[in-house]
DNA sequence: GCCAACGTTGGC
DNA sequence: GCCAACGTTGGC
C-alpha cells in the first residue's frame, strides 16, 4: 500500500467536482509529465492520495482512493482536446491515468500555511521550494502524521 | 503581479 | 550532447 498525493487547480477540477462527480469518482487525466505519468503507473487499487488545491489558497481538502490502476489516456488521442498530444497513439499510448474515488473530505481543510509550521513536514515533497510535480509520492509517516492533525480537529 | 524553479524545445 | 531561450507552475 503506497501514499499519493494529487495537486489541482480547484477552479479547473475541485473538491466540488469530484464531490458530483458520479460515483464520486473521475480518472485523472491531462496529466502530461513524464515523472508524475510514472508515479500514476506504479499507483495500485485501494492506494490512498491527497486531494490538494493549488491556487489562490493552497490546501490539502481530502483523501481519495485509487479505484482503476493506469489505463491509456485517450484524451491525448483527441485532437481537440487542450491535452492533445500526437506523440500518443492508441497503438502506441505514451500517457496514463487511474481513477480515484472521493475517500473522505476533511471537515477542516489543512491549508498549506498550517503544514508548513509543522517541522515534521519539512522534508515532504509538497512543501519542498519550487515543487511542481502535481502527482507526487507521500511517505507512510508523512501520510499519518497529516491524517492525525485532520482527524484530530 | 512577481519571480524562482523546473521542464521542454531547438540550434549548434 | 550541451545549453540558452522559452513557457509553465505555483507560492507569496
Known amino acids: ?53 493549488s491556487g489562490k489558497n493552497p490546501e490539502i481538502i481530502g483523501v481519495v482512493e485509487i479505484v482503476k490502476e493506469a489505463y491509456p489516456d485517450h484524451f ?15 497503438e502506441k499510448p505514451l500517457w496514463f ?3 480515484v474515488k472521493l475517500a473522505e473530505e476533511f471537515k477542516e481543510p489543512l491549508s498549506r500555511k498550517r503544514l508548513s509550521a509543522e517541522l515534521a ?7 519542498k521550494k519550487g515543487s511542481r510535480l502535481s502527482v507526487q509520492p507521500v511517505s507512510k509517516e508523512h501520510f499519518d502524521y497529516i491524517m492525525k492533525i485532520a482527524l484530530h480537529k
Open 1 to 53: 500500500m503506497q501514499y499519493w498525493l494529487f495537486k489541482t487547480e480547484p477552479h479547473c477540477f475541485g473538491i466540488e467536482d469530484l464531490k458530483k462527480a458520479k460515483n464520486q469518482t473521475t480518472s485523472w487525466d491531462g496529466v502530461r509529465n513524464y515523472q508524475a505519468r510514472n508515479f500514476m503507473k506504479a499507483m495500485k487499487c485501494g492506494d490512498l492520495g491527497f486531494f490538494y488545491h
Open 76 to 90: 491525448a488521442w483527441d485532437m481537440f482536446n487542450e491535452h492533445f498530444d500526437a506523440k500518443s497513439t492508441p
Open 97 to 99: 491515468m487511474v481513477d
Open 121 to 127: 513536514l519539512a522534508d515532504m515533497e509538497l512543501m
